[in-house]
């Protein structure tokens, strides 16, 4: 929101100056879905969760690691599905 253009000498500026220039010329809601940031942000927080959890697998064979994960994912979704409210229309 408050971002600042970077001086072009720095590595990346090229790309993020454009991002900056296309968020402030779509606005950022409609930037968010062009670019995919909102899809990227998500799974980056819901990778950070899964971290969370454990850096380390304990399982050692590849079947058991799969399991491990698969585990650890039920077990965030069923926190994500607690966290979305049920909602009713009124009227």
């Avoid at 500026?13 to 402030?24: F, H």
């Avoid at 959890?53 to 799969?66: K, P, Y």
């Avoid at 069923?78 to 009124?90: Q, S, V």
Wanted: aromatic share 8%.
């Amino acid at each position: 929101k408050n971002a600042k253009p970077w001086k072009t000498v720095t590595a990346g500026a090229v790309a993020r100056n454009e991002a900056l220039r296309a968020s402030k010329y779509l606005g950022r809601a409609i930037w968010r879905r062009w670019s995919g940031y909102h899809r990227r942000s998500r799974v980056e927080t819901k990778m950070h969760c899964v971290k969370r959890m454990g850096q380390r697998l304990m399982a050692r064979n590849f079947d058991s690691q799969v399991a491990e994960l698969q585990v650890r994912i039920a077990v965030l979704n069923g926190y994500t599905a607690l966290g979305i409210p049920i909602t009713e229309a009124a009227g």
